[in-house]
């Protein structure tokens, strides 16, 4: 019998995309709506975050993230994946202007998902227009279609 491990590792065969939506699903609830593309032989994802939040001031963050993901297993039949990624704000440079400025990154994310990618709990920062950052723990995590995404 293959270790939960073994089957993962022999199951690292490309791309795929994880939409997911973060957060209570309450009004004036922070939301944050993250699409992101897996790649499997190298655990690394990438994508975009918008975080939204409908109250006065309101929040409106764009985020540029990658990172990467692991297996964490505490025994063979539980197993979790832990996904860390850190986003930067996303600037329209005009092409052929040269390289650009150096940003500091405005998100980090911690997150805890199921063995099957389809919900999990996140612990999240992200920087507000003011260069204030804002914590958001434990937000409860589901996976979302392409046309469930609000962000």
């Not at 791309?15 to 992101?36: D, K, R, S, T, V």
């Not at 990438?46 to 993901?69: E, R």
């Not at 204030?132 to 723990?137: A, M, Q, R, S, T």
Request: hydrophobic fraction near 40%; charged fraction near 15%.
């Amino acid at each position: 019998m293959l270790h939960k491990m073994e089957t993962a590792e022999k199951t690292k065969t490309g791309l795929f995309i994880a939409n997911f939506e973060i957060g209570e699903n309450m009004p004036g609830a922070l939301h944050l709506a993250l699409n992101l593309s897996v790649f499997t032989p190298e655990e690394t994802v990438s994508g975009i975050g918008h975080i939204t939040q409908a109250v006065n001031p309101p929040v409106n963050i764009a985020t540029k993230i990658s990172g990467g993901y692991t297996y964490m297993c505490v025994m063979p039949k539980n197993c979790h994946i832990l996904v860390t990624a850190t986003g930067y704000p996303i600037v329209k440079w005009p092409q052929g202007a040269g390289i650009g400025p150096v940003e500091q990154p405005n998100f980090e994310l911690r997150m805890v998902l199921e063995e099957n990618w389809k919900s999990g709990v996140a612990n999240y920062k992200f920087m507000d227009g003011t260069g204030k950052w804002h914590e958001v723990n434990n937000a409860p995590v589901k996976f979302a279609t392409a046309d469930t995404i609000v962000g």
